[in-house]
């Protein structure tokens, strides 16, 4: 039986050393304490932006200031929970938190109200005559475009105090998945018991090369999942029902259009991402199926097949350190600026890498704004593990960057652009071990790895995308979102995409429960925008060498001084375009065929 450790039974250096945030729990709630008491020094410019414009700037730098603040006490609380979501004091400290994020939003929400009450014309004045209001010129503009769907100012400050209250869905779903939900032991064709998670098998036993164990966890997971079926889907349909009730009351013409808006991207940016690459990738993904199905000599592959290892004799284990040091060696080409960077954070335990009761699923990096980014993976010596920590350092080095370049208020570009310097670092991590590897063994590994990462934001998330273009249009036409009715659909998208090469059972109609994205707006299309980017930059740096990577640096440091297209266009990438979707298509269809061949041979 493989048991998981506590979390105090975890080698400290396998942990991230929190103490450059707060250096204990005690020191977290005096600054918890001394924000809220702080609330009220935004409270003095109410009324006053008339005044002119030295006092709007007076209070944007005061707002800009709580919220910096703000950000390292909730960053905190929040990577203590997920370190461990079974600790009683986390939970307490994200409470807490989310409790001051309502109390602040509902003490700063008259400052976007009361500039946009101010007379047609004067924050335009401002803006020209105020130099110190430059800075905030990206967040005034955005204000003046939601202007059509602004409510009075008494509805806003309401619907800010609700914050707590609106953002339950994602709450009850993350807490019920870390601390209720439990999955059956379960053994492989030898006898072998082994016990399982929600970390354990996205991490392990979904792409284990012994059938056995790969198909009875995946009964196991899917019966785990099964039990809390009606609960997930009654959490999901609050979501959109949410979000359906806020697109109305803000006249915008749909749900899309509200949840799109915060993106800054034109719809047929979306529309096209969604639509091109399901129709022309899934022909190659069949064939990647039928190519794994024979492989791997099975009768009919299962959903829980898909992520099988093609080659399983070879599975080079790759230690931590090992896997850093390759990381480091592919990165050589972004520049010293870069790579030290990226050393550092694996050297200073800015990592949390062990796997423990309580901690929290998948990988991410958090970057809070004057301090360092953190980042979060479960490391069991795979290739694929190596694949995800250069993903989430290309996160840390861009905030890394743009933390040093720009202001707290300018440092996050939107969604659409966040994924694509995560998976630059992929793409140049597979470059770097192709391009020195003749092994033919080998490049077939790395092959598989780089599928895996167009598997992962082409196909897994881009599904999400459709589950929820469809499920918005039957929230909007009145129709009631039901377990059975995400169920029935899911498995369709899924039957659609893969034709008659996988088998798609019960578990995989109920995938839709294992992502947090459906709570985070129109989150999983934006993985595809960033894998189309960053796979056209890759070939750029290529192709151009070091006129590529400082074209792209630049756009790193820009942070979000500019909307996603804009950065994209900077680095050389014009998505206005459908050519660069194709062409990343394309690039899959290469590697299919590569590995066909190879695997002929």
Known sequence: MHNRLSRAEVPTEQTWNLDDLFVSHADWQAELGAVNAARDSVSQYQGRFSEGAAQLLACLNAVEALQKRFVRVSTFAYLRNAQDGTNPESQSAMAQVAALEARLSANIAFVDSEILQLADGVLEQYLATEPGLAVHKMRLQ??????????????????????EVLNAPYMVYGRSKSNDIQFAPFNDAAGNTYANSINGFES???????????????????????????????????EVNKNVVMARLRNYASTEDYLLQPHKIPRPVYTNIVQIIQAELAPHMQRYARLRRRVLGLDKLLYCDIKAPLDPEFNPRISYDDGCALILDSLKVMGPEYCDFARKTMEQRWVDRSDNIGKSSGAFCASPYGVHPYILITWSDTMRNVFTLAHELGHGGHFGLAMQHQRYVNTRPTMPFVEAPSIMNEMLLAQHILGKSSDPRMRRSVIMQVLGTFHHNFVTHLLEAELQRQIYAMAESGQSITAAALNQRKGDILAAFWGDTVEIDDGARMTWMRQPHYYMGLYPYTYSVGLVASTAMANRIQDEGQPAVQRWLDVLKAGGTMKPLELMQAAGIDMSTPAPI?????????LVEELERAFAE
Do not use: I, M
């Not at 009964?219 to 079926?229: D, V």
């Not at 194709?582 to 290469?590: L, N, P």
């Open 142 to 163: 955005d204000l003046l475009d939601l202007k059509p769907h602004r409510l009075g100012a008494d509805t806003e400050r309401v619907l800010a105090s609700l914050g």
């Open 582 to 590: 194709h062409g990343a298509v394309a690039y899959v269809g290469q």
């Open 204 to 238: 392990n036993f979904e792409s284990h090369s012994d059938t056995s164990v790969r198909r009875n966890a995946w009964q196991s997971f899917s019966a785990g999942l099964k039990a809390y079926n009606h609960t997930y889907a009654a959490t999901f349909a609050t």
